[in-house]
Structures are given as structure tokens and as C-alpha cells.
């Protein structure tokens, strides 16, 4: 039975990590949630699952702790998500999490050897040094939950890294992408979270309309893999059927062929080397055609942008990250357009200085730094646009 410590219990890949644990209760028990506000969907967790340890805010131990007082709670404000992982040696830690927040807790897994199951995309986009320096002294594996590098991961099964040629992600192009570019002054956040082909949380939307999100998964790629940047690819497929492609020094190429059910990623993470039954059905043919093209950099500009501080290193991926994530909400919040989301981000670039090197306490402080800059610099941005 494999114990499983669930950091983002309630969003969109930590319940369908649980459906994944449910389906499979003979192989999988949830040891641990973590939570912040949503009571009422972490009271039905509870309801089904004997967890241990509970992690939210700690205005809502009280209701926790009244209604099941078996379980231990841990507050947010006391360095809950690093503590979670001090319990349960054997058990694995998914990572669903959004934003730079999921770093520490990574870390501290990996600091005691614990395999890490990622979702959190920020964990390597802002700590990817951080990371690669910690695997180098644990006996840690980080396991890929996105659906482009779980399935290079398949891809990869058997095979030699220094055999690759190339790795290649796909994207589907967001909710704008049959939209003119000037248009793009007029989108609507009810329009920007309509997602064509994944039903995802709202910033992670937000990121796949703007392409950062691919940005982001190439620096993730980068870092699992060991792969330079220039042989790190992404294409557009607006059919979202096949998540990556290797492509191998002697001329063989690898596709990767799936729904898009974000549920056989998860579960590929967590069976580890064996392969579980589960009900997908899918058939390609009743897709017909399937569509590749480069990504149009004058279309979609902060994918160019991105890269190119992907490329460069540094404190300024950082700067990016927190940019984008505060960027984000006040798009969400309606605050600014969407467009106003690139323009902040750039505005941050040519603000803050880079360095090549940072400590996990540095990079905390400059992410800091870079959300009260957003937070006062947007009523200017706005007043521009």
C-alpha cells in the first residue's frame, strides 16, 4: 500500500489525484492533504479517506479538529506545507500546488529522500537549481505529472538521454488562439478561461491562452531531462492528442498518443513500474486530422519573451514567474486586460537587475520584491493601455 502525502487537495489535479486513489484503494491510501480555505470540499476528503494530517489556514482548526479529532492539523502559517513532509518516510509526495509556494515543500521532501510526484509547475520554473543541487544528494526521483512530460517520460523508458536529439512538447493554443492579436485588447476573463480541449484551474488557463504556461514547461523540461534549451521544442496541435515527441540521434521519433485525461498521468506517477488497468477510451480515428505548426512568435510575443529569459538563467526567471502569477490575478480579478499581463511582465524585466546565482531564502525575498512592484506598477500599465 503506497501512502500518499497530497499537497492542493482541492483543485483540479489533487482531485483528480484522489479519484486516481479511489479507483485503486487496494494500491493507494491518502496520508496527508493540504488545503487553504475550502472546508467544506476538505470535511468530504475526510468523509471518505482516513488521512492522518490535515494542513489549512489556521483559522479553520477549530472546524477540522471538532469534527474529526483523530486528525492532526498543522497550520499554513506555521511552515505547514514543509511539515507534512517530515511524517510518514515512505510516503510519496504529489505536489499539486500552484505557483512558486510548492518549492519548499519540494525541497524539504527531497532534503529526506522522499520520491516527489510534480504537478507544480513553479517548483522548477523559479527553483530549478535549487532542485537539481538537492537530487544531487538525495535519493529522491522527481516524477513529472504534466501531460507533455509524463509523456516524454514515456517516450523515454529504456533509453539513454545522451541518444536524444530532441525533445518536443505540444501546444493547444489557449482560448485565443483563433483570435486576431488586436482583438486581444477586448478579451474577457469569462472568455480567456474558456479552454478548448483541458478543463484546468484559472491561472493555468490564463497561462495556456498567453503561452507562458509552454514557457514554462520547456524550463520544466530542461530540468527533469537535462536537456539543453535549443534542443527543447514546442509545436502547436490544436488537437491536444499527442502530448511529446523524442526525437533520437539515429533518426527514430517517438510520439506520445492520449486523451487528454489528465488522470493517466497521475496514475503513471503514482503506480511507479507497474501499469494498472484503467478505463480510457480512445479512439484516433475519430479525430480525423491531426495539425502541427510552429508557434507564431508575433502572435504570441510572451512566448518569445519567455524563452528567451528561459534561455538566460538567472534571478530573472524568477522575476518572471512572480510577475506573471500577480499579473495573472489581477486579470482574473479584472483589475487589467489581457493584454496588460505582458506588458507588466516586461516592465518587471527591465526593473530588476538578474544574477546568476540565489539561495531558496534570496529567491523568497526578490519574489517578494517583484509582487509589491506589480502590485503598485499596474494602476500605470492600465493608465498606458
Known amino acids: ?16 489525484a484522489i479519484d486516481i486513489i479511489e479507483e485503486f484503494p487496494e494500491a493507494f491510501a491518502l496520508h496527508a492533504i493540504s ?36 486528525v492532526t492539523f498543522i497550520a499554513l502559517e506555521d511552515e505547514g ?26 525541497l524539504a521532501a527531497i532534503e529526506r529522500g522522499k520520491d516527489v510526484l510534480l504537478a507544480n509547475k513553479e517548483t522548477l520554473v523559479v527553483g530549478g537549481p535549487l532542485i537539481r543541487k538537492a537530487l544531487e544528494h538525495s535519493s529522491s526521483t522527481l516524477i513529472p505529472i504534466d501531460s507533455e512530460h509524463a509523456a516524454l517520460r514515456e517516450c523515454l523508458k529504456g533509453s539513454d538521454i545522451d541518444d536524444v536529439e530532441k525533445l518536443v512538447i505540444t501546444a493547444s493554443g489557449g482560448s485565443f488562439r483563433d483570435v486576431d492579436k488586436e482583438k486581444l485588447k477586448d478579451a474577457t476573463v469569462e472568455d480567456a478561461l474558456k479552454h478548448p480541449n483541458w478543463d484546468m484551474g484559472a491561472k493555468i ?14 524550463i520544466e523540461a530542461h530540468y527533469l531531462f537535462d536537456m539543453p534549451y535549443e534542443r527543447i521544442e514546442a509545436l502547436l496541435h490544436h488537437q491536444s492528442v499527442i502530448h511529446g515527441m523524442v526525437h533520437f540521434k539515429d533518426g527514430n521519433v517517438l510520439a506520445h498518443v492520449g486523451p487528454s485525461d489528465m488522470r493517466i498521468p497521475i496514475l503513471s506517477a503514482m503506480q511507479g513500474d507497474s501499469r494498472k488497468r484503467f478505463p480510457s477510451l480512445f479512439d484516433l480515428a475519430a479525430y480525423g486530422t491531426l495539425s502541427f505548426e510552429p508557434i507564431d512568435k508575433d502572435r504570441y510575443s510572451l512566448y518569445d519573451l519567455g524563452t528567451a529569459v528561459a534561455r538566460k538563467g538567472g534571478l ?70
Request: with cysteine; glycine share 4%.
Open 81 to 106: 506545507l514543509k511539515s507534512i513532509v517530515e511524517y510518514a518516510p515512505d510516503a510519496k509526495v504529489l505536489n499539486a500546488l500552484v505557483g512558486s509556494v510548492g518549492l519548499p515543500p519540494t
Open 1 to 16: 500500500m503506497q501512502r500518499i502525502q497530497l499537497l492542493g487537495s482541492t483543485g483540479s489535479i489533487g482531485s483528480q
Open 316 to 385: 530573472h526567471v524568477v522575476t518572471m514567474n512572480a510577475a506573471n502569477e500577480e499579473a495573472v490575478q489581477l486579470f482574473l480579478n479584472k483589475k487589467i486586460s489581457f493584454l496588460d499581463i505582458e506588458a507588466l511582465i516586461t516592465r518587471a524585466l527591465d526593473h530588476f537587475p538578474n544574477t546568476e546565482t540565489f539561495t531558496l531564502d534570496t529567491l523568497l525575498a526578490h519574489e517578494r520584491e517583484v509582487r509589491s512592484y506589480i502590485k503598485h506598477e499596474y494602476q500605470k500599465v492600465k493608465t498606458c493601455s
Open 205 to 218: 488557463t490564463v497561462d495556456s491562452a498567453t503561452m507562458m504556461n509552454k514557457v514554462f514547461e520547456i
Open 35 to 70: 488545503a487553504r480555505h475550502n472546508v467544506k470540499k476538505v470535511l468530504e476528503i475526510l468523509s471518505r479517506h482516513d488521512c492522518e494530517i490535515v494542513v489549512m489556514a489556521g483559522e479553520h482548526q477549530e472546524t477540522i479538529e471538532s469534527a474529526y479529532p483523530g
